[in-house]
């Protein structure tokens, strides 16, 4: 059965450590309401949005406009003060504020409107159920809020019924204080909306399951849809449906024969996202996980980089589910404060089911293309060990670039250790100056002209017993010349699952000022790094290919773009 398109608000929860309440972020009350007297433009984005100032930290399609609520300080660059703010789309491309949605302003959320989902219900329109914070022992409930006129195509104004809130509060036995994230419902055969909401028990990871007739009136099932141990506590879980036989999205209500579901956990202790591809069972409302990968810390990741709180939702204007994540800052709340501004969004990307049923695979969505300007192509260019080519005639700055890598032959892999197990711990040790065999080679973005600063983006591959491994990494270490012990630059790491039979590998690599979002092998396998260059900015950035390995690299096709900016405010 699919019902009339249902959608989900990006989940950007940030939380404090009090009480015994999991930790996102730290609160620095002294900074909280320090307003921007101006705004640092050095490191801000072109085409990924951002308010114009103070600290940022999802989307939903209704009647032909895309809403963006995101939780936002508007009296400062560092956390508190939160509000849902709220900007509308044609295109999710370009943007247009308007008022908040949502702030503080009832018993129930009078410490807090936290994160939640949208669901549009057939014949009533959109409804958000989000978490509120009651009291200051960050005691969470999850409430209801509807649009005050919901033939306004822009929906500027909602309401949160005092005869409906909240309306799931914590039972006994679940932990009041880890209890929150409302995901989209779907709706079952039975009649019955479902939603989840992530917590904790102890050390172990779940997603509660509930079930409501109205949207109002909620009756937990009676075991969590999934759980895992020693996983700490599950923020804005996600929860949808794939297709086996296509690449197209799926609303989230559909079940059934040909379809497979995905479950996506943010989880706090190690500030990354987790997901399983597996098997709902409607009739005992349970997941379970294929055997395919781990389910855990160990498990695939959306994005290996500076990606976290993601959801996604299904477009029904072009039949695709579009997953959109928060990409943070790596500097510390001080660098904030002086800039004027913290936070963006990663660039929406369409998601769908991997054809080996394993994984799922992201492409930036289409409308980016229109931004793309002069273009400048490579072609069957040979790099040898140590070569360095310059990409010139593009704004190096605010790019987007593809390139396709060939190589004749896969002798000069190196042996894999099966110790490695960690792809960042790897990309940390090889680097990419390290001469390898096969690789590294790639990308170095944001370089400044004599390489001081650079942001490498590069592959690795080695030979196991069996197979071949494919490293992926996007390494910040040199991004920037700044030694500022709370700057963040790491090496950031992923393996690629990739058939190497037709000797190639492609790299797509987003670059925008203080921002690169790097696809590798069409999607299998994402990073994205937040770096800060003091050389390489503004029209002193360059992008250079690269090869540091003993066999040859081809660039079969590379194609660069100088990006106009967005439209954000």
Not at 171 to 196: C, Y
Request: charged content about 20%.
């Amino acid at each position: 059965m699919v019902l009339p398109t249902v959608f989900v608000l990006v989940c950007f929860l940030l939380l404090i450590n009090n009480n015994g309440v999991d930790a996102f972020h730290e609160i620095h009350p002294h900074l909280q309401s320090v307003s921007a007297v101006s705004v640092n433009q050095l490191h801000r984005t072109g085409y990924h949005f951002q308010p114009p100032k103070h600290w940022i930290n999802g989307p939903m399609y209704y009647n032909g406009v895309y809403h963006l609520f995101y939780q936002y300080n508007p009296k400062g660059a560092v956390w508190g003060n939160i509000v849902w703010a709220h900007s509308v789309s044609t295109d999710l491309i370009n943007w247009k504020p308007l008022e908040p949605a949502i702030y503080p302003s009832k018993p129930f959320d009078k410490y807090g409107c936290w994160s939640g989902s949208a669901t549009i219900i057939p014949g009533r329109g959109p409804v958000i159920l989000y978490t509120g914070i009651i009291d200051e022992k960050n005691t969470q409930v999850q409430c209801y809020a509807e649009p005050e006129d919901a033939s306004d195509p822009y929906l500027r104004k909602w309401v949160k019924p005092d005869a409906y809130n909240p309306v799931i509060v914590a039972q006994e036995g679940v932990n009041g204080s880890a209890f929150r994230d409302p995901t989209t419902a779907w709706l079952s055969k039975d009649g019955h909306w479902r939603i989840l909401v992530g917590s904790r028990r102890k050390h172990r990871g779940m997603a509660y399951l509930y079930r409501s007739r109205d949207f109002i009136h909620w009756i937990k099932a009676k075991h969590p849809i999934h759980s895992s141990g020693k996983t700490g506590m599950w923020e804005c879980p996600d929860f949808y449906p794939v297709s086996l036989q296509s690449i197209q999205g799926l609303d989230t209500s559909v079940i059934g024969d040909g379809v497979k579901h995905v479950l996506k956990n943010s989880l706090d202790l190690t500030r990354f996202e987790y997901y399983t591809v597996g098997r709902y069972f409607p009739n005992t409302d349970r997941y379970v996980p294929d055997n395919t990968s781990e389910d855990g810390w160990g498990g695939l990741r959306y994005d290996y980089g500076n990606f976290y709180a993601s959801k996604s939702f299904f477009d029904p204007s072009k039949n695709r589910r579009i997953l959109w994540g928060w990409a943070n800052e790596s500097d510390s709340e001080y660098d904030d404060k002086n800039k004027g501004w913290a936070g963006i969004q990663a660039i929406p990307r369409t998601i769908w089911l991997d054809k080996s049923g394993k994984q799922l695979v992201q492409w930036p969505i289409e409308e980016l293309n229109t931004l793309r300007e002069e273009e400048v192509k490579m072609t069957n260019q040979k790099f040898h060990k140590g070569d360095y080519v310059e990409v010139k005639g593009i704004t190096s700055a605010q790019a987007d670039v593809e390139v396709t890598f060939t190589f004749s032959s896969l002798d000069e892999a190196e042996p894999f250790d099966p110790s490695w197990m960690n792809a960042q711990d790897l990309c940390a040790m090889k680097g990419s100056e390290r001469p390898g065999g096969l690789g590294p080679f790639g990308l170095l973005t944001l370089a400044s002209e004599n390489l001081h600063e650079f942001t490498p983006v590069f592959f690795r591959i080695f030979k196991a017993p069996n197979k071949y491994v494919v490293l992926m990494c996007s390494d910040a270490r040199s991004s920037s010349l700044r030694q500022e012990d709370k700057m963040y630059k790491p090496s950031f790491g992923g393996f690629v699952d990739v058939d190497l039979s037709d000797k190639k590998l492609s790299l797509r690599s987003l670059i925008d000022h203080s921002v690169v979002q790097s696809f590798g092998a069409k999607g299998k396998t994402c990073i994205l790094s937040r770096v800060y260059p003091t050389l390489a900015v503004q029209s002193q950035a360059h992008l250079f290919v690269f090869n540091n390995g003993t066999e040859p690299i081809t660039v079969e096709n590379l194609s660069a773009w100088s990006m106009k900016s967005s439209e954000l405010y």
